[in-house]
């Protein structure tokens, strides 16, 4: 069973930066697609980047893009989400997870966190 735990929230004014991790136990990280979503209350969750099992490759929403960049250490178990250029609209609490598949992860087949909260103030 693998368990994610995210870390990393906080607030922080516009325009600033935060870096969320997310350490996994459990399993063999090395063989899960990693990604982040984030969530505000009253809607649904959205995806925000994801990470292929090697690093290699990624993918972002067209909101952050350009502005987070998501990694991953295979020998710490653990993702990371540099956040720069804060905006408001950022504001959520953010979710890691880590799925065989993206296909399944993004069906919401997966390990999450509990979420960890990302307040920009304007």
């Known amino acids: 069973q693998v368990q994610v735990v995210e870390s990393g929230g906080g607030l922080v004014q516009a325009g600033g930066s935060l870096r969320l991790s997310c350490a996994a136990s459990?399993?063999?990280?090395?063989?899960?697609?990693m990604a982040w979503f984030r969530q505000v209350a009253g809607k649904e969750r959205e995806f925000v980047a994801r990470?292929?099992?090697?690093?290699?490759?990624?993918y972002y929403a067209d909101s952050v893009k350009g502005r987070f960049t998501i990694s991953r250490d295979n020998t710490k178990n653990t993702v990371y989400l540099q956040m720069n250029s804060l905006k408001p609209e950022d504001t959520a609490v953010y979710y890691c997870?880590?799925?065989?598949?993206?296909?399944?992860?993004?069906?919401?087949?997966?390990?999450w966190g509990q979420g960890t909260q990302v307040t920009v103030s304007s």
């Open positions: 459990g399993g063999s990280f090395s063989t899960y697609v």
């Open positions: 990470t292929s099992r090697s690093g290699g490759v990624t």
């Open positions: 997870a880590a799925g065989v598949t993206w296909d399944r992860l993004s069906g919401g087949a997966g390990y």
